[in-house]
Nanobody, 126 residues
């Protein structure tokens, strides 16, 4: 399964963007979806995650109160609404999906995701 991330772009500081993530090729069900980002010269880091059925959400401290993760079960699509964007939010944003529930699932752990999207660039100008 290939995930398709979209919605990135160039925005001024204080602006908003909404990223979308959907599977391409065929529909599939997943347990959870996560968003990660990688800024130039830095390691990829966790941004937010949501469980598909219960809608539990998780956020990195750096985006709490500014970003909102959500999902549309009917469309099998996940979203990341990003408000009050800052230059330090500039990065390539990746969506990821996990197939099944596990007691050991950790939203922040990259290895707990089974599928990844290609990334979408978000650039925030000051």
């Amino acid at each position: 399964v290939q995930l398709q991330a979209s919605g990135g772009g160039l925005v001024q500081a204080g602006g908003s963007l909404r990223l979308s993530c959907a599977p391409s090729g065929r529909t599939f069900s997943s347990y959870a979806m996560g968003w990660f980002r990688q800024a130039p010269g830095k390691e990829r880091e966790f941004v937010a995650a949501i469980t598909w059925s219960g809608g539990s959400t998780f956020y990195a401290d750096s985006v709490k109160g500014r970003f909102t993760i959500s999902r549309d079960n009917a469309k099998n699509t996940g979203y990341l609404q990003m408000n009050s964007l800052k230059p330090e939010d500039t990065a390539v944003y990746y969506c990821a999906a996990r197939d099944y529930w596990s007691r050991s699932y950790s939203p922040e752990r990259e290895g707990d995701y089974d599928y990844w999207g290609q990334g979408t660039q978000v650039t925030v100008s000051s």
